[in-house]
Structures are given as structure tokens and as C-alpha cells.
């Protein structure tokens, strides 16, 4: 929504580094007009995905939601999601899917566009999956099917770190 700017925050582990990457993406494709955050949503507990929600919460106030899995313990979670649940972003649909495996209450959100898009957090990196914390293979492999039906072909995938080299 241009006239409106709000803007979803996925997984903002470093504070620091969102506000400066709000800051550019203002620059460079608003003319400097603010962003205004309304949702973080947030793919599971850990620290490396979570740890900016209560500071940017309390940076924007609490107009800003905090989403995560219903079972994750989420830090600063104002509305825990269940699988299916929909969030609206200005004019984007965004579905949260239980994505159990790397921790009981992962969750991944897609968003419903054209293409779509579907952040994964770390159940889905290029070339493998995060390890599973709280779950097993099976959960992951269930997982996976889960995601492979919910998505359209054209979906743009978002894994939760970059670790192809590694990984290959």
C-alpha cells in the first residue's frame, strides 16, 4: 500500500540492522517517506530469529503485532497463530503453517500473491533443513510435504539463514 507504507518484519533477530534497512529501503524506494511496521512474524523461538521483537515493540509502540506458533514460547508474541490463521499485512494475506520439526511450534508464513512467497525460517535452507531441536526426521518430512501442497509452483522460497556453501 504506497500511500500507507506498513511493512511486515520477518524473524528482526538484530534491531540495529532492521532500522538501518528500514532507513535504506525508505531512501532508496520512497523518497525517504517512513515505513511503518506493523507485524514481526516470527518462524520460531530461537534467539537468532526473536531477539528484536520486544525492542522494535517497543521502538514502534504496541500498534506493532508480534506473531508466532501457538506451542513456540515466542519472546514478545502479542498473537499466537495457529496453523491456517491469516494475517493481514496492508493488502497482503499472509497464512501461518505449523511447520513442526526444527522446534515443536515452528511456523511458516506465506504470503499469497503473485508470485507467492514463503518464509521458512530454518525448516527449509537452500539445499537442506535446520537441524530438528524438538522434533524428528519424520516431523520434518511431514513438514515438507505439508509446505510442497500449500504452495503454488511459482512460490519464492525464504529460508531463515544462508548457508548454501556449507550445506553443499
Do not use: Q
Request: net charge negative; proline share 7%; hydrophobic share 40%.
Amino acid at each position: 500500500d504506497a500511500a500507507d507504507r506498513p511493512v511486515a518484519l520477518v524473524d528482526p533477530s538484530d534491531p540495529t540492522a532492521v532500522l538501518a534497512a528500514l532507513s535504506d529501503l525508505s531512501r532508496d524506494h520512497y523518497g525517504g517517506a517512513a515505513l511503518r511496521p506493523v507485524a514481526i512474524l516470527t518462524t520460531h523461538k530461537h534467539w537468532d530469529h526473536a531477539a528484536g521483537n520486544v525492542p522494535l515493540r517497543e521502538k514502534f509502540g504496541r500498534s506493532l503485532r508480534v506473531y508466532g506458533g501457538e506451542v513456540d514460547a515466542v519472546s514478545g508474541c502479542t498473537h499466537p497463530l495457529r496453523d491456517g490463521d491469516e494475517v493481514r499485512v496492508g493488502s497482503l494475506r499472509v497464512v501461518a503453517l505449523s511447520a513442526p520439526g526444527h522446534t515443536a511450534g515452528s511456523t511458516a508464513f506465506l504470503v499469497r500473491g503473485s508470485p507467492s512467497a514463503l518464509f521458512g525460517g530454518d525448516v527449509l535452507f537452500c539445499g537442506g533443513c535446520g537441524a530438528p531441536f524438538e522434533g524428528c526426521a519424520d516431523d520434518m518430512v511431514s513438514t515438507f510435504a505439508k509446505l510442497w501442497r500449500s504452495c503454488p509452483p511459482e512460490t519464492l522460497l525464504f529460508p531463515g539463514h544462508e548457508y548454501t556453501l556449507s550445506i553443499l
